[in-house]
């Protein structure tokens, strides 16, 4: 009987029957491809060297991935696009004058150890890419802090090396800043689009926005990390910022320079390693933007954007565990 | 105007078009009828008739052990075969009455009533207690047990769900369309059990010929028809009185709490039935759909009828079917046998092509992305739930609310890494002390 021959082929599961098509390979794939246009302002820039320096991460990356998980006899996931991104986006945050081993080794750092040893994508603390780039800055201080000139790499070898925006703030002022670009106007349009000194993915901020615009209308982001972030930058900086005194900074200058772009709509925003709940979110992004100006303007370090996130990623569990969303019904007086 | 609607939820392709066009057609019952003596939520029944004895259509087969319960009456005329044991849609075993079709269709003796409405309320309740009526936008609660809220909880509203938020359903469509005089009744019947001066309708907008129809039968009466976003789970009951009165039933409380009493429009029109023809809840509208079926439609179907039945009245299986869900997609079951029969609260059968299917053998670690969360409709983190029960930490979901979940699937539906969420929160409900 027909019937009772189609009963053997019928499949049995729990609801729901049916799934959206998104997946965690489609997620990636889009994010990266989202960075194209920063990307192609990195080679522009900074010349071939950007993308043999990003080609040595991503192919660490996928290395990286598949080896542990060869040697833990684990599924290989690299088709999932997620080590790929993480390789891309380390890329992105190299001076593209790294030598060839800086790429190759902070790309297993960033992957084998920070990703898979913590049992893979989802269950990392860190965000792989920028304890990767972390890795690279202790090491290699000199060769991760030694930037060129902007399209120099297109001129040949004797390309000439100078300070970020950011750099040259911290250590000689916005007079400094001012005269090196001629005027206010054309320093700010030169950090809009990308002509200075600086990790060759995130020198173009106006490329930057364009892939982060796509991802807010594929609502594969939102709004709430990078504002937050980008408000508390602009407000500390403003109030802090300025040498003569309480409320004269220039916030413009902080939020268009180093990697705070890249840093707040790319790395702050990675699901994995930020609260999932928008209310931590938000205190997310205060935070990062708090840490990220204390190291701008009291630490060492002319960026803070890094070690801010990578600091604030700790405090994901907790900010999820303590700020969880409002249950319907909830009553009121039950809430503390 | 904004159409109304409630905070999360999800946007499933709709699949409407397969069957919202086809009117409703009455299904000729089968030789064998299989009738499962626990269709409802709540305690067994009795059975009063022994095997071999004639039975006419209408007739009590079982009677409830209690108040929240509900009687069970032969859906065709004829003689009862056996007390046996069946499969219900769930899955579960479940005792039941096969009865084998003399064709006669005979009624048992009726009581008409053409002046119902002006009846005691409790002369109506009784009625649809008698009649065996239970819900029936699937969860099958005993009406009138719902439509005896105690005096401490003074309701204020009545709402009819339209909403049929689940993909594929058409029946509660096509009732609102055919029978919106009927339904109208109904309500008003309600109303007047609860004394209830104000009575809504909530549609879901992508039925526009159902609420101008209904708008049209409600002409006059203290009723209102609301259109309703389109949105997954609309229906639920939490939601629909949300979009409809911005009321939050309160966690872990019922609609009676906020003042409110909600039911579907299939039921309104079995109380209808009921208080104006004296007819028992046996049969019922159940939507045959799905690329796996050559002919969907919408078919009056008597209770006991074996969904193989109906799929051969659905033009039969498609070549490629594999999977036949009792049920919407987005809640029903899933079905191993074509001999599982329709209940009261059966509101549709749908078989799945494999176009439609989407296989979720595996799944991934959660990379925390945060669709669930904002898709809950409740407010609930359902990643945490289901890390939490996976990893057996049982206890610790209770932090997260565990219970306010009602399992509509909607986090499942959105997991880009195909977690079974919804399946992991029902075996941590299952496993932690309450």
């Given amino acids: 009987m027909a019937v009772a021959r189609k009963e053997q082929e019928l499949v049995v599961s729990v609801s729901p029957h049916i799934r959206s098509e998104e997946t965690v390979a489609r997620i990636m794939w889009t994010v990266s491809l989202s960075l194209l246009p920063a990307f192609v302002m990195g080679v522009y820039y900074f010349g071939p060297r950007a993308i ?18 060869k040697m833990t006899s684990r599924p290989v996931t690299i088709s ?17 004058t790294a030598p060839f081993y800086i790429p190759l080794v902070s790309s297993f750092v960033a992957v084998a150890i920070a990703k898979q040893l913590f049992g893979g994508l989802g269950y990392n603390i860190f965000n792989p890419a920028l304890v990767g780039r972390a890795f690279a800055l202790i090491t290699w201080p000199r060769a991760m802090t030694t930037w060129i000139e902007p399209s120099a790499a297109f001129v040949g070898m004797d390309a000439k090396t100078t300070a970020t925006p950011l750099g040259l703030l911290k250590e000689e002022g916005m007079n400094r800043l001012l005269e090196v670009f001629g005027d206010r106007i054309t320093l700010y349009t030169q950090l809009l689009i990308g002509h200075r000194a600086g990790s060759l993915g995130e020198v173009s901020v ?3 926005l364009l892939g982060a615009g796509f991802l807010l209308i594929k609502r594969y982001i939102t709004w709430h990390i990078p504002v937050s972030y980008l408000a508390t930058v602009a407000v500390l900086a403003w109030v802090f910022g300025g040498k003569e005194g309480l409320f004269t900074g220039d916030p413009l200058v902080h939020l268009l320079s180093g990697g705070l772009m890249l840093g707040a709509w790319y790395m702050a925003t990675d699901y994995v390693t930020c609260p999932s709940v928008r209310k931590g979110q938000i205190l997310f992004g205060i935070g990062c933007g708090f840490l990220t100006m204390l190291i701008r303007l009291k630490a060492g370090y002319p960026e803070g954007v890094m070690f801010a996130i990578l600091l604030m990623n700790c405090l994901t569990p907790l900010i999820d565990r303590n700020l969880k969303s409002r249950v319907f019904g909830e009553r009121k007086e039950a809430k503390k | 105007m904004a159409l109304l609607t409630f905070r ?3 946007h499933p392709p709709e699949h409407k078009e397969l069957s919202n066009k086809k009117p409703i057609q009455p299904l000729t019952p089968p030789k064998l009828v ?34 929240v319960s509900a009687a069970v009456h ?11 044991e069946t499969v219900n849609p769930m899955g579960r075993p479940v005792p039941a009455v096969v009865i084998e079709n003399d064709g006669r269709d005979e009624w048992i003796e009726l009581e008409e009533d053409p002046e119902y409405l002006s009846r005691p309320p409790d002369v109506l309740k009784e009625r649809i207690q008698r009649a065996g009526i239970v819900g029936m936008g699937g969860a099958a609660f005993p009406t009138h047990v719902k439509l005896s809220p105690p005096k401490e909880k003074p309701i204020d509203v009545v709402i009819l769900n339209g909403a049929e938020c689940e993909p594929y359903l058409t029946a509660d469509h096509r009732l609102m369309v055919e029978r919106p005089r009927e339904i109208i009744e109904g309500l008003k019947i309600i109303m007047r059990i609860l004394g209830v001066e104000k009575g809504y309708i909530g549609i879901e907008n992508n039925k526009p010929d159902a609420i101008d129809r209904m708008r049209e039968a409600a002409e006059g009466e203290p009723i209102e028809v609301v259109a309703l976003q389109v949105k997954y789970p609309q229906g639920a009951e939490k939601m629909l009185i949300k979009a409809i009165t911005g009321r939050e039933v309160p966690a872990g409380g019922l609609p009676m709490d906020v003042g409110v009493v909600v039911q579907n429009v299939g039921t309104s029109y079995a109380i209808y039935e009921a208080c104006r023809f004296g007819r028992p809840l046996i049969e019922r509208v159940v939507t045959v759909t799905g690329r796996g079926v050559k002919e969907p439609g919408n078919f009056l179907t008597r209770v006991g009828t ?9 033009g039969g299986l498609a070549d490629r079917a594999v999977k036949i869900v009792m049920g919407g997609p987005m809640m029903g079951f899933a079905q191993y046998s074509l001999d599982v029969p329709v209940t009261k609260g059966t509101s549709g059968v749908l078989v799945l092509s494999p176009a439609e299917y989407v296989s979720a053998d595996s799944y991934r670690a959660c990379i925390r992305c945060g669709r669930c969360i904002d898709a809950c409709p409740m407010g609930l983190i359902p990643s945490m739930l289901s890390i939490l029960s996976e990893k057996g930490f049982y206890e610790d979901t209770k932090e997260y609310n565990l219970f306010d979940c009602f399992e ?3 986090c499942t539906y959105v997991c880009p890494a195909k977690r079974p969420i919804v399946q992991l929160i029902r075996l941590a409900k299952m496993l932690v002390k309450r």
């Avoid at chain 2, 067994?44 to 409830?64: D, I």
Wanted: proline fraction near 6%; hydrophobic fraction near 50%.
């Fill in chain 1, 206 to 208: 106006i490329a930057i």
């Fill in chain 2, 34 to 67: 299989t009738i499962p003596l626990v269709q409802h939520i709540g305690a067994p029944t009795k059975p009063v008739v022994s095997a071999g004895q004639e039975v006419k259509r209408g007739q009590l087969l079982a009677e409830p052990t209690g108040f």
């Fill in chain 2, 74 to 84: 032969a859906s065709v005329s004829g003689k009862v075969l056996s007390i046996s």
């Fill in chain 1, 80 to 96: 999932d696009g997620s080590a790929f991104l993480t390789g891309l986006l380390l890329g992105m945050n190299m001076p593209a």
């Fill in chain 2, 408 to 410: 509509c699937g909607t």
């Fill in chain 1, 52 to 69: 043999f320096v990003t080609a040595l991460c991503i192919v660490g990356s996928l290395f990286s991935e598949w080896l542990v998980q």
């Fill in chain 2, 8 to 10: 999360g939820g999800v």
């Fill in chain 2, 306 to 314: 074996p969904i193989g039945e109906l799929i051969e009245a659905a």
